[in-house]
C-alpha cells in the first residue's frame, strides 16, 4: 500500500530527555487504541468513517473486540468490505509516535527491545535519538500465498551482515521480517486460511506470546501489536485452513456481511465508484436493485458470493458507457442511460461464479436479473399518482403511431425531438432526480427508462435488433385487416 508520510512536526522532542521531559507516558498498541476508540463513542463520532452498513452489526463487535484487547479474525465472502475495515483501524492510532531513531522494529525509547536500541539506550542514555512514525506508518499487511515463508514473516539471517563480519550468534545479524517491522502498529494477514500450515505455526508465538523466534537463535523479541485476519469462508475456498491453536489465540471471530438495504448499496457505490460522467439515481438504484437479486439467484454459487467490486464495476461501466456516446454524438453532458445497462452485462460476467448447471446461460440470466431489477425500480419511482399524467401521455403518444427510437450512440437531443413537447416531462424529471440541475441529457435518461419501465410492465412493444431499440404501441394493427 502506497503512502507518503506527512513530515513530523518540529516542535516534537528529538531525544529520550527530552520527551520524557515533556511528560510522555508509554502505553501499548492495544491500550492506545482502546482510549482513542473510547474517545470518539463519547463524542459521539464514527469509529469506523468510511464503513458502509456495518454500523449496527460488525462495527460493535469490532469495538467490543478492540476494547477488550483482542485480536481477532473478519470471515466473509469476496468483496464485503474486510479489508477496507481493517485498513481504517490506523485512524484510532495516535497520529504521531516516538520511536528510536534507526530501529528496524519502532523500539519503544523508554524500553527498547532490539540488541541495536538496547546498545544505544546504554551509551547515550538521555541523548538517546529520537524520531517519529505517522500512523499511516505504523501498518503492515501480507496477502497470505502459499510462496509465503517464515523469512518473509518473521526474518531469516542476513548474509550481508554476516559478510560484514559478525557471527552467526549475533542478534544483529537477523533481517526483520514484515511482523517485527510492524512492532507497535497494526499486522493484517488477508486470505490467512491460503497460508500453509507450517507457516501458520510460525505466527503462534506472535498471537499469544507476543514474541518471535527465528531459526535457532536464542532470541525473545517482544512484540506489541494488533493482529487483524481475513478469511473467506472455508466451506467455500477448499483451498486451506485456519489451524485450530492459531484460530484459538485470535480472541474473536467476526462475521461480515454484504450491504443489507438498497439504501446502503447506494451509498457504497456512489462513495467507491469513479464516477467520470453523470450517472442519475434512478441509474445507481437499479443497479443496486440487480446486485442484491444477482447475490439471492438461485443460478449463482451461494458460497462464492457477489462483491462490492461487482456493482462498482457496473456503474464505471455505465460512466464509460455516457462518455463514449457523448463523444460520438457532441452532447454537451454525458449522462448514462438504462439502455446502456444491457450492454455492459458481458463485462460483469467474470465477477459472479454460476452454478455448474447454468453452464452457457451467464449473459440471458444476468439479463433478465437486470431487467427484473429495473422494473422493480421503475415501480417503485414511476409507479405513484405523481407520474401517471406523464406516463399516459406517453403511452397515448406511442398509440397514436409514433416510435421512440435509441441506440448506445443516440444523443440525447435526438430522444427528446422525437418524443416533442409531452405533459409532466419536467415534473417527472425532477420527481425522479430530485436535486439534480434539469439538463437534456437528463431528461432523455429519464424518458428511456420510462419507456423501458412500460415495456416490462407490458404496457407498450419493444424491438430489438442488436443496434437500435424501437419502442411503440403495443396494439399492431395488420394493414390487411383495413382492406
Given at each position: 500500500m502506497t503512502h507518503f508520510a506527512p513530515t513530523p512536526p518540529a516542535d516534537l522532542p528529538r531525544t529520550l530527555g527530552a520527551l520524557l521531559a515533556s511528560g510522555y507516558t508509554s502505553r501499548t498498541v492495544k491500550a492506545e487504541m482502546q482510549q482513542n476508540l473510547l474517545a470518539r463513542l463519547r463524542a459521539g463520532l464514527p469509529t469506523l468513517p468510511g464503513i458502509i452498513g456495518f454500523e449496527d452489526t460488525v462495527g460493535p463487535q469490532v469495538e467490543r473486540a478492540l476494547l477488550a484487547g483482542h485480536d481477532f479474525v473478519l470471515l466473509g465472502e469476496r468483496g464485503q468490505g474486510k479489508t477496507r475495515l481493517i485498513r481504517s483501524l490506523i485512524g484510532l492510532l495516535d497520529e504521531w509516535m516516538p520511536y528510536v531513531a534507526g530501529s528496524e522494529i519502532n523500539d519503544e525509547p523508554t524500553a527498547p527491545v532490539s540488541a541495536s536500541a538496547r546498545r544505544l539506550a546504554a551509551e547515550l542514555g538521555d541523548d538517546l535519538p529520537i524520531a517519529w512514525r505517522h500512523r499511516s506508518e505504523r501498518y503492515g499487511e501480507k496477502l497470505a500465498t502459499p510462496d509465503t515463508s517464515v523469512g518473509d514473516l518473521v526474518g531469516d539471517i542476513d548474509p550481508v551482515k554476516v559478510a560484514e563480519g559478525r557471527s552467526l550468534g549475533d542478534p544483529e545479524t537477523i533481517h526483520f521480517g514484515l511482523v517485527p517491522r510492524t512492532n507497535r502498529g497494526i499486522f493484517a494477514i488477508n486470505e490467512l486460511p491460503d497460508l500453509v500450515e507450517r507457516i501458520q505455526v510460525a505466527l503462534l508465538n506472535v498471537l499469544e506470546e507476543r514474541d518471535i523466534q527465528v531459526r535457532g537463535y536464542s532470541l525473545r523479541l517482544p512484540l506489541d501489536m494488533l493482529v487483524v485476519a481475513s478469511a473467506n469462508p472455508e466451506d467455500y475456498t477448499n483451498r486451506g485452513r485456519i489451524i485450530t491453536p492459531l484460530k484459538d489465540r485470535f480472541g474473536a471471530e467476526i462475521r461480515t456481511h454484504y450491504p443489507r438495504d438498497l439504501a446502503q448499496e447506494v451509498e457504497?457505490?456512489?462513495?467507491?465508484?469513479?464516477?467520470?460522467?453523470?450517472?442519475?439515481?434512478?441509474?445507481?438504484?437499479?443497479?443496486?436493485?440487480?446486485?442484491?437479486?444477482?447475490?439471492?439467484?438461485?443460478?449463482?454459487?451461494?458460497?462464492?458470493?457477489?462483491?462490492?467490486?461487482?456493482?462498482?464495476?457496473?456503474?464505471?461501466?455505465?460512466?464509460?458507457?455516457?462518455?463514449?456516446?457523448?463523444?460520438?454524438?457532441?452532447?454537451?453532458?454525458?449522462?448514462?442511460?438504462?439502455?446502456?445497462?444491457?450492454?455492459?452485462?458481458?463485462?460483469?460476467?467474470?465477477?459472479?461464479?454460476?452454478?455448474?448447471?447454468?453452464?452457457?446461460?451467464?449473459?440471458?440470466?444476468?439479463?433478465?436479473?437486470?431487467?427484473?431489477?429495473?422494473?422493480?425500480?421503475?415501480?417503485?419511482?414511476?409507479?405513484?399518482?405523481?407520474?401517471?399524467?406523464?406516463?399516459?401521455?406517453?403511452?397515448?403518444?406511442?398509440?397514436?403511431?409514433?416510435?421512440?427510437?435509441?441506440?448506445?450512440?443516440?444523443?440525447?437531443?435526438?430522444?427528446?425531438?422525437?418524443?416533442?413537447?409531452?405533459?409532466?416531462?419536467?415534473?417527472?424529471?425532477?420527481?425522479?432526480?430530485?436535486?439534480?440541475?434539469?439538463?437534456?441529457?437528463?431528461?432523455?435518461?429519464?424518458?428511456?427508462?420510462?419507456?423501458?419501465?412500460?415495456?416490462?410492465?407490458?404496457?407498450?412493444?419493444?424491438?430489438?435488433?442488436?443496434?437500435?431499440?424501437?419502442?411503440?404501441?403495443?396494439?399492431?394493427?395488420?394493414?390487411?385487416?383495413?382492406?
Amino acid at each position: 500500500m502506497t503512502h507518503f508520510a506527512p513530515t513530523p512536526p518540529a516542535d516534537l522532542p528529538r531525544t529520550l530527555g527530552a520527551l520524557l521531559a515533556s511528560g510522555y507516558t508509554s502505553r501499548t498498541v492495544k491500550a492506545e487504541m482502546q482510549q482513542n476508540l473510547l474517545a470518539r463513542l463519547r463524542a459521539g463520532l464514527p469509529t469506523l468513517p468510511g464503513i458502509i452498513g456495518f454500523e449496527d452489526t460488525v462495527g460493535p463487535q469490532v469495538e467490543r473486540a478492540l476494547l477488550a484487547g483482542h485480536d481477532f479474525v473478519l470471515l466473509g465472502e469476496r468483496g464485503q468490505g474486510k479489508t477496507r475495515l481493517i485498513r481504517s483501524l490506523i485512524g484510532l492510532l495516535d497520529e504521531w509516535m516516538p520511536y528510536v531513531a534507526g530501529s528496524e522494529i519502532n523500539d519503544e525509547p523508554t524500553a527498547p527491545v532490539s540488541a541495536s536500541a538496547r546498545r544505544l539506550a546504554a551509551e547515550l542514555g538521555d541523548d538517546l535519538p529520537i524520531a517519529w512514525r505517522h500512523r499511516s506508518e505504523r501498518y503492515g499487511e501480507k496477502l497470505a500465498t502459499p510462496d509465503t515463508s517464515v523469512g518473509d514473516l518473521v526474518g531469516d539471517i542476513d548474509p550481508v551482515k554476516v559478510a560484514e563480519g559478525r557471527s552467526l550468534g549475533d542478534p544483529e545479524t537477523i533481517h526483520f521480517g514484515l511482523v517485527p517491522r510492524t512492532n507497535r502498529g497494526i499486522f493484517a494477514i488477508n486470505e490467512l486460511p491460503d497460508l500453509v500450515e507450517r507457516i501458520q505455526v510460525a505466527l503462534l508465538n506472535v498471537l499469544e506470546e507476543r514474541d518471535i523466534q527465528v531459526r535457532g537463535y536464542s532470541l525473545r523479541l517482544p512484540l506489541d501489536m494488533l493482529v487483524v485476519a481475513s478469511a473467506n469462508p472455508e466451506d467455500y475456498t477448499n483451498r486451506g485452513r485456519i489451524i485450530t491453536p492459531l484460530k484459538d489465540r485470535f480472541g474473536a471471530e467476526i462475521r461480515t456481511h454484504y450491504p443489507r438495504d438498497l439504501a446502503q448499496e447506494v451509498e457504497l457505490i456512489a462513495q467507491e465508484s469513479e464516477i467520470q460522467a453523470v450517472v442519475p439515481h434512478h441509474l445507481l438504484d437499479i443497479v443496486a436493485r440487480f446486485t442484491h437479486r444477482v447475490r439471492s439467484s438461485p443460478a449463482i454459487d451461494p458460497r462464492s458470493g457477489v462483491s462490492a467490486r461487482f456493482s462498482i464495476a457496473c456503474v464505471e461501466e455505465l460512466s464509460g458507457a455516457a462518455l463514449r456516446r457523448a463523444a460520438i454524438t457532441g452532447d454537451d453532458e454525458p449522462v448514462a442511460r438504462v439502455g446502456d445497462l444491457v450492454d455492459i452485462v458481458p463485462s460483469l460476467r467474470g465477477k459472479v461464479e454460476f452454478d455448474v448447471g447454468e453452464e452457457g446461460n451467464e449473459d440471458e440470466i444476468l439479463v433478465l436479473l437486470a431487467r427484473q431489477a429495473t422494473a422493480d425500480a421503475w415501480r417503485e419511482l414511476l409507479g405513484g399518482q405523481r407520474t401517471r399524467p406523464f406516463l399516459t401521455a406517453l403511452v397515448a403518444h406511442f398509440d397514436a403511431g409514433n416510435v421512440l427510437e435509441t441506440s448506445d450512440i443516440t444523443s440525447a437531443r435526438e430522444i427528446l425531438d422525437a418524443l416533442g413537447p409531452m405533459e409532466g416531462l419536467g415534473a417527472v424529471v425532477s420527481h425522479v432526480e430530485p436535486g439534480m440541475d434539469e439538463s437534456p441529457g437528463l431528461a432523455a435518461a429519464v424518458i428511456e427508462f420510462a419507456a423501458e419501465g412500460l415495456w416490462l410492465t407490458r404496457r407498450i412493444d419493444k424491438d430489438d435488433d442488436g443496434v437500435t431499440i424501437t419502442y411503440a404501441s403495443s396494439v399492431v394493427i395488420d394493414e390487411d385487416d383495413g382492406e
